[in-house]
């Protein structure tokens, strides 16, 4: 498979961080021919800071998105840009007959999601949305988790309560784009775009949806969210099979948290509760940092401990023995987190016309809930979620 010719919007966070590495640490999928960076600052611009001239080796810089488009070189397209240009860079790119891989928020409305999707399949071309936290290692191991059948021991029975949170602690605003009122920003498009599209991942689709959403730090813009309580509403979970319990819950919730103000040294991520058991886990993915520290992006490849939670944060399960007795035990993160798994994903959809690991459509739906999220707090009541086929 020749490798993909790839350009990277944007080299701030998501282009040196969470894309830039894996583009250049997969030499067989894809190659790094251009990156739009607007004002270099020296040689090879921030790659060849960030990775050293050999990154940077043969990538070209431009300083605008006409120039990338106008390369016919290019065949990929990775939108790391501010997310209200998500939508008009990613149509612009689509215009163009190149592929695209947009970062999350992939729009501010569904309807642009929509657009987007339906531009896409009349160009017969790949739209894949970055959402990289299908591949955390908390998360593959919670699905495994949720898998095991209702005669395991440590099977939680029938689900009455999930709640994924997302929680962090800053008593200042950035300084950045990110503190602006514009659209597709706040806690909600950032944050919440990684849980609901997790619970939608596990749960499918609610029936309704209720939220509590606000800037609790009175720091910048009011309309500028920086925590966020969703809760979706489902019908009551058909138990797994071998379920020990007699309680049949009569509904099933799901909760969605986030915080800029939580003062903990390891921050809340799952609680799971069921008939039978409750799991909770506490710290979050360790990838993102280990991206942050690495030198050279051959690094991540190299390191065996890349993407690896350590003991510390391992999930606990507390299953329920008999009547009353609870027993506690460790349910281990054995599989590594690899968001290079996205990115050998999108290679093989584009290269062999395999089926995405990650729908466009699943992601547009995830706009369409965080619209209905602000609209259930601005109007402080529940919203039916429509019915989609």
Known sequence: MAPIKTAILGVGLAGLTFHGPFVLALPELFTLVAVLERHPQGPGGKIQARFGPEAAQGVKIYNTLDQVLAD???????????????????????????????????????????????????????????QNRRWDSDFLALRALLDLPGSNPKSLGTLYEFESRFDRYRATLKGTWKDLAIPANGLVYDLGAHTIDQALVLFGRPLSITAHIENIRGLGHKDVDDQFTIFLHYPPRTPPAGTPSPVKPTSFTVILRGTILSVKSSQFRYVI?????????????????????????????????????????????????????????????????????????????????????????????????????????????????????
Do not use: C, M
């Open 72 to 130: 016919p070189e290019i065949e990929l397209v990775i939108v790391g840009t501010p997310s209200e240009t998500h939508y008009e860079f990613a149509k612009k790119v689509l215009e163009a007959g190149k592929h695209v891989l947009v970062d999350k928020p992939i729009t501010a409305t569904f309807e642009q999601a929509l657009e987007l999707g339906s531009l896409a399949k009349s160009k017969n071309l790949i739209l894949y949305p970055y």
């Open 273 to 389: 509760r069921g008939t039978t058991g409750t799991f909770s886990k506490n710290g979050v993915d360790v990838q993102e940092d280990q991206l942050k520290a690495i030198a050279k992006p051959s690094d991540i490849f190299k390191d065996p401990n890349h993407g690896q939670e350590p003991e510390e944060i391992f999930g606990t399960v507390e299953n329920l023995r008999g009547e009353s007795e609870v027993v506690k035990s460790i349910w281990p993160s054995n599989i590594k987190g690899d968001y290079s798994g996205l990115f050998k994903d999108l290679a093989s959809a584009i290269r062999n016309g395999t089926p995405q690991a990650v729908k466009w459509e699943e992601s547009a739906q995830v706009i369409e809930l965080i619209q209905l999220a602000y609209k259930s707090s601005k109007e402080g009541r529940t919203l039916e979620v429509p019915t989609r086929s």
